[in-house]
């Protein structure tokens, strides 16, 4: 069974302060990977999809990438801002890659202090 | 567009009531998903549905019905509240179950059963 699991749980940083977010899972048989942003009361927001044959993805200061065969992919965010503060999470698609399911992780909630 | 949204926004049962969860999209997606967060851990998956007529179960189904009787509606079905089914419910839709498509996600529903 498919587990995904983000570590840490929590993180605080100083403005300004690259990082990296981290997110593993067990099954390498997976379609692709999200990473998501959640504020506090609010939907998700996909920030980044990884399909299984690609090995990193950009947009702006964040860059997400994908080791498959070892069952990883960090989020890593440039010149973090507080406006960054927010929960992220990682979500793998696994066969069959035609329903659309997700399965997630528990997020790790950051925070980015001025 | 206003995307995915949801009503209510928050709501208290006690336990055996029931309540249906309204969940519309307004972007012609065929598929659509009913999640649940528990504080602190990832969303759950409990419905699917790939087009009007059709779904199907996901995860953590138990205690929860689903209709797709149109493209744009997808509500969710509480009989019998339980304290277990306190959550924040996320609904959410995707053009296909393609590995390229995203999920779009809905502000959430926070129950609680008391």
């Known amino acids: 069974k498919q587990e995904v699991t983000q570590i840490p749980a929590a993180l605080s940083v100083p403005e300004g302060e690259n990082l990296v977010l981290n997110c593993s899972f067990t099954d390498s048989a997976i379609y692709n990977l999200q990473w998501f942003r959640q504020d506090p009361g609010k939907g998700l927001t996909s920030l980044l999809l990884i399909q299984s044959s690609q090995r990193e993805q950009t947009s702006g200061r964040l860059n997400a990438s994908l080791d498959k065969s070892s069952g990883r992919s960090t989020l890593y965010i440039a010149a973090s801002q507080p406006g960054d503060s927010a929960t992220y999470l990682c979500?793998?698609?696994?066969?069959?890659?035609?329903?659309?399911?997700?399965?997630f992780g528990q997020g790790t909630t950051l925070q980015v202090k001025p | 567009n206003a995307g995915v949204t949801q009503t209510p926004k928050f709501r208290i049962l006690k336990i055996g009531q029931s309540m249906t969860l309204q969940c519309t999209q307004d972007m012609n997606h065929n598929y659509m998903y009913w999640y649940r967060q528990d504080p602190g851990m990832g969303l759950k998956l409990i419905y699917y549905?790939?087009?009007?007529?059709?779904?199907d179960k996901g995860e953590v189904p138990n205690g929860y019905n689903v209709s797709r009787s149109t493209t744009e509606d997808f509500p969710l079905r509480l009989e019998l509240a339980a304290p277990s089914q306190t959550s924040v419910y996320f609904c959410?839709?995707?053009?296909?179950?393609?590995?390229?498509?995203?999920?779009?996600f809905g502000p959430g529903t926070r129950l609680t059963v008391l």
């Open positions: 549905s790939v087009g009007a007529g059709i779904t």
């Open positions: 979500a793998v698609r696994p066969p069959p890659g035609n329903t659309g399911k997700l399965i």
């Open positions: 959410a839709s995707s053009e296909t179950g393609g590995l390229h498509n995203e999920q779009f």
